[in-house]
């Protein structure tokens, strides 16, 4: 009850006032937040680039959150947070990327205890400089304790990055309270220094639950930032979490996947997936994955691929008739990717999906080399 007063009031304020009393809007175009490690580390320049990608889940793990529909949890505790973000960057030290884009960051969060992701990232790896663009920020959000909000996509990299803009995408259909409080995606666009010679850097957490055509059109837009470089001859490697699947996935609707909880909110209702989405990537530049290596494991393994990036994890205390056969679902379909305009594409055989990091987020990190 308590909560619902709470959105009456603000409903009432942002009617009597008409401006951003709560701070959760953005202009089209804004330079992006930087960052830099407290120490910075050597880096000289290798003969090839490892690129990663990787939604981490704000450092949330695996637990079950109410949103997601399995749980009832809303914040971490500052330890929790540590821990959880403190295995990430074990992980990245492990694989160690020249630059990695990442989605789902906290840097200012009730959730996450306040924990600035991004800066600790940065202190606890040998990567030495960000760029940060907010996606769901406001000073206050009234709905289930979550108050405080600011998340976002985010670029670290070795080298310095000397350029970083905030590229509004368009908002999703949905009520006018409901919008202002909620996500604002975004491109994250950066240019990095990398000895003599520049590389431009673009990130993207396309939405997830679109049933205007809105997802549909946060990709295009994406596409035509890389259209425009190109054209222009500037070399980029681009990706992230487009939560769109490879345009000859066996498996478009969104109802068989089974991993998701009985009586989610129709707003949360996954849509069918459309194969055109991603097409126009995979014809004009290199992606990290050949379509036909995809399909070979779909086709061969009943829906299991060793490239599926994500998946849900169902504790089995959530489900009455818990049937680990179906259940205790791993990995189930691609939505993270990574491309490139070098003429040459990716260095062959370099490309990897990181399964193993399952604990860690409900999404796993893609990497992949360019020679440079």
């Known amino acids: 009850m308590k909560s619902k007063y709470l959105v009456l009031i603000c409903l009432l304020l942002l009617t009597l006032s008409g401006c951003d009393i709560f701070n959760t809007t953005f202009e089209d175009l804004e330079d992006a937040r930087m960052y830099e490690a407290s120490e910075l580390t050597d880096a000289p320049v290798p003969a090839a680039l490892k690129i990663m990608t990787w939604n981490i889940k704000f ?17 971490m505790e500052e330890s929790v947070v540590i821990e959880n973000t403190q295995q990430i960057a074990y992980y990245i030290n492990e694989i160690d990327p020249d630059i990695i884009l990442l989605q789902e960051l906290d840097i200012d969060s009730k959730r996450s205890a306040y924990v600035d992701q991004l800066q600790f990232l ?25 108050g405080r909000m600011n998340s976002g996509n985010a670029i670290l990299s070795k080298w310095e990055i000397t350029d970083a803009s905030r590229i509004a995408l368009p908002l999703i259909d949905q009520d006018g309270l409901t919008q202002y409080f909620y996500l604002r995606r975004n491109i994250l666009k950066t240019t ?86 991603m097409v126009e990537f995979y014809a004009d530049y290199h992606p990290d994955l050949l379509p036909e290596d995809y399909i070979v494991y779909e086709e061969e393994n009943d829906y ?69």
């Open 192 to 277: 990095i220094q990398i000895g003599t010679e520049e590389l431009q850097v673009l990130n993207i957490h396309a939405a997830a639950y679109s049933k205007d055509g809105k997802k549909k059109e946060q990709i295009d837009i994406f596409k035509g930032e890389l259209d425009e470089l190109n054209n222009d001859g500037s070399l980029f490697v681009a990706g992230g979490d487009f939560n769109a699947i490879p345009p000859n996935a066996l498996n478009t609707v969104g109802t068989d996947f089974p991993d998701r909880p009985e009586g989610l909110a129709d707003d949360f209702e996954v849509e069918d997936y459309e194969l055109t989405d």
């Open 59 to 75: 450092g949330g793990a695996r637990i079950d959150f109410f949103f997601d529909g399995w749980g009832d949890e809303v914040l």
């Open 122 to 146: 940065l202190d606890t790896t040998d990567l030495n400089y960000g760029a940060y663009a907010s996606q769901w920020k406001a000073d206050f959000v009234p709905s289930d304790g979550l």
């Open 304 to 372: 299991f691929s060793p490239y599926y990036t994500h998946s849900i994890y169902i504790n089995m205390q959530f489900e009455e008739d818990y049937d680990p056969e179906v259940d205790d679902i791993d990995w189930n379909r691609k939505l993270d990717y990574l491309f490139t305009n070098n003429e040459a594409g990716w260095v062959s055989g370099s490309s990897e999906t990181l399964q193993g990091t399952r604990q860690l987020s409900d999404h796993c990190p893609v990497i992949v080399e360019l020679e440079w």
